[in-house]
């Protein structure tokens, strides 16, 4: 799995194990660690499958403002893509970035009156829209405020073949009459300029196609993922040439960490989206495309010993969002061999393990998992460790850790 092998696995425990020791103080479990070498080769990996597009950050996989500045700092990456628009207003009072992007359309009165009332922060961050509606929502905001408001559109990227979408349920605008009926609202409107365009091709950038289990579904995957690229390709191009008569665009969102390359390749294009690809959760371990270097893990420590050939750790429910299934549940990593049980899965307070290496672990060891997805685990968590080597270079606020819940 992951395309690290048993070795691999082993050793990655043992440099855990010595930060830990070298660390001195205890650490506080669960404990979160991400692995700066194998952060820095995913980023400069992103930045070669890339092909010289400007990366934006997508932040809801980091929720680390640490790491964000880290991938901000290369040559390869440039603005973040933000979850909510309070997240957008923090990160440019904090000084992250003054380029940051909405990923969704947003209806919060609360933080839409704040960027109307920041003529600075109304330059810095774009809103995402897909419907009127989005519009009258800012309006309803403005009061006394002149405030120009930056807009993207966000146009829907699915795959529509026999009568069926396949895709993300996101944006209802799809082609080229629809765009330009929303793109004409948005620039015949007071105090809105229409300067970018989203298309998330999700069922290309989010789905693995190369599952060891399931050869056939892979196949089908994959083909999926050519006509829907096909496609794409396109109607964005299409849309491109109708929306540049009307508005003069700034830039053109695309991908995601598991389409990287395939989405550089289109002209229309201006940067990708990528976050996931920085840390390579589970869910990102059977791509084609790229070869995962696993970069995020949280330890647990083993508190009862319930029998042979088993230990239980304290704590570990940190299943991810997405269709209920096995594939959402963190992976005992390291050391390599253990399992989770079918009975009990991961658990809030407690995850028993099966396996060789329990009969080998006391308690107090430290078991290390890794998530299925990027960002949420550090939901649960005020401070990550940063690993270099085999030691801890220093400990970071996540967005919790800073007071922050978006």
Same mark, same amino acid.
């Given at each position: 799995m992951g395309g690290a092998s048993l070795v691999d696995r082993n050793h990655l425990w043992s440099r855990l194990q010595g930060a830990v020791e070298k660390h001195g103080v205890p650490l506080p479990t669960p404990a979160f660690v991400v692995d700066l070498d194998a952060f820095d080769a995913n980023a400069a990996d992103l930045e070669r499958r890339a092909g010289g597009l400007p990366i934006r950050v997508a932040s809801k996989s980091l929720r680390i403002p640490a790491l964000i500045r880290r991938a901000l700092a290369r040559d390869g990456f440039e603005g973040v893509l933000a979850f909510t628009l309070r997240e957008a207003l923090w990160l440019y009072a904090e000084g992250v970035t003054d380029d940051l992007v909405v990923a969704y359309p947003t209806v919060d009165k609360g933080a839409l009156a704040q960027l109307v009332a920041s003529p600075d922060a109304a330059a810095a961050i774009t809103l995402m829209v897909d419907d009127v509606a989005h519009l009258e929502v800012v309006d309803s905001v403005r009061f006394d405020a002149d405030t120009e408001i930056r807009i993207a559109i966000d146009v829907d990227a699915g795959l529509r073949v026999a009568g069926q979408h396949v895709g993300p349920k996101r944006s209802p605008v799809h082609d080229v009459d629809g765009v330009l009926r929303l793109a004409r609202a948005i620039t015949e409107r007071d105090g809105f300029r229409l300067v970018g365009v989203m298309t998330y091709e999700g069922q290309v950038a989010g789905l693995q196609d190369t599952?060891? +289990?399931? #050869?056939?579904?892979?196949? $089908?995957?994959? %083909? $999926? #993922?050519?006509?829907?690229?096909?496609?794409l390709a396109? %109607? %964005? %191009?299409? $849309?491109? +040439?109708?929306?540049r008569r009307m508005a003069a665009l700034e830039f053109w969102n695309a991908g995601g960490s598991g389409s990287v390359q395939a989405t550089a390749a289109d002209p229309v294009v201006t940067e990708i989206a990528a976050g996931s690809g920085l840390l390579v959760p589970t869910l990102f371990d059977h791509y084609q495309s790229f070869s995962p270097r696993p970069a995020s893990y949280f330890g647990l420590p083993v508190s009862r010993r319930p029998g042979p050939g088993m230990v239980t750790v304290h704590g570990g429910g940190f299943v991810a969002s997405g269709p209920a299934g096995v594939d959402r549940m963190p992976v005992p990593w390291a050391p390599a061999g253990l399992s989770l049980t079918g009975l009990e899965g991961v658990g809030e307070v407690q995850t028993p393990l099966t396996g060789q290496p329990a009969d080998l672990l006391r308690i107090g060891d430290l078991v290390w998992f890794r998530p299925a997805k990027s960002g949420e685990p550090f939901e649960h968590t005020t401070t990550v460790h940063l690993l270099q080597g085999s030691e801890f270079v220093e400990s970071v606020p996540t967005y919790r850790g800073c007071g922050q819940s978006f």
């Amino acid at each position: 799995m992951g395309g690290a092998s048993l070795v691999d696995r082993n050793h990655l425990w043992s440099r855990l194990q010595g930060a830990v020791e070298k660390h001195g103080v205890p650490l506080p479990t669960p404990a979160f660690v991400v692995d700066l070498d194998a952060f820095d080769a995913n980023a400069a990996d992103l930045e070669r499958r890339a092909g010289g597009l400007p990366i934006r950050v997508a932040s809801k996989s980091l929720r680390i403002p640490a790491l964000i500045r880290r991938a901000l700092a290369r040559d390869g990456f440039e603005g973040v893509l933000a979850f909510t628009l309070r997240e957008a207003l923090w990160l440019y009072a904090e000084g992250v970035t003054d380029d940051l992007v909405v990923a969704y359309p947003t209806v919060d009165k609360g933080a839409l009156a704040q960027l109307v009332a920041s003529p600075d922060a109304a330059a810095a961050i774009t809103l995402m829209v897909d419907d009127v509606a989005h519009l009258e929502v800012v309006d309803s905001v403005r009061f006394d405020a002149d405030t120009e408001i930056r807009i993207a559109i966000d146009v829907d990227a699915g795959l529509r073949v026999a009568g069926q979408h396949v895709g993300p349920k996101r944006s209802p605008v799809h082609d080229v009459d629809g765009v330009l009926r929303l793109a004409r609202a948005i620039t015949e409107r007071d105090g809105f300029r229409l300067v970018g365009v989203m298309t998330y091709e999700g069922q290309v950038a989010g789905l693995q196609d190369t599952l060891p +289990d399931a #050869k056939a579904r892979s196949v $089908i995957v994959r %083909r $999926i #993922k050519a006509l829907s690229m096909s496609q794409l390709a396109t %109607r %964005r %191009r299409e $849309i491109d +040439d109708a929306l540049r008569r009307m508005a003069a665009l700034e830039f053109w969102n695309a991908g995601g960490s598991g389409s990287v390359q395939a989405t550089a390749a289109d002209p229309v294009v201006t940067e990708i989206a990528a976050g996931s690809g920085l840390l390579v959760p589970t869910l990102f371990d059977h791509y084609q495309s790229f070869s995962p270097r696993p970069a995020s893990y949280f330890g647990l420590p083993v508190s009862r010993r319930p029998g042979p050939g088993m230990v239980t750790v304290h704590g570990g429910g940190f299943v991810a969002s997405g269709p209920a299934g096995v594939d959402r549940m963190p992976v005992p990593w390291a050391p390599a061999g253990l399992s989770l049980t079918g009975l009990e899965g991961v658990g809030e307070v407690q995850t028993p393990l099966t396996g060789q290496p329990a009969d080998l672990l006391r308690i107090g060891d430290l078991v290390w998992f890794r998530p299925a997805k990027s960002g949420e685990p550090f939901e649960h968590t005020t401070t990550v460790h940063l690993l270099q080597g085999s030691e801890f270079v220093e400990s970071v606020p996540t967005y919790r850790g800073c007071g922050q819940s978006f």
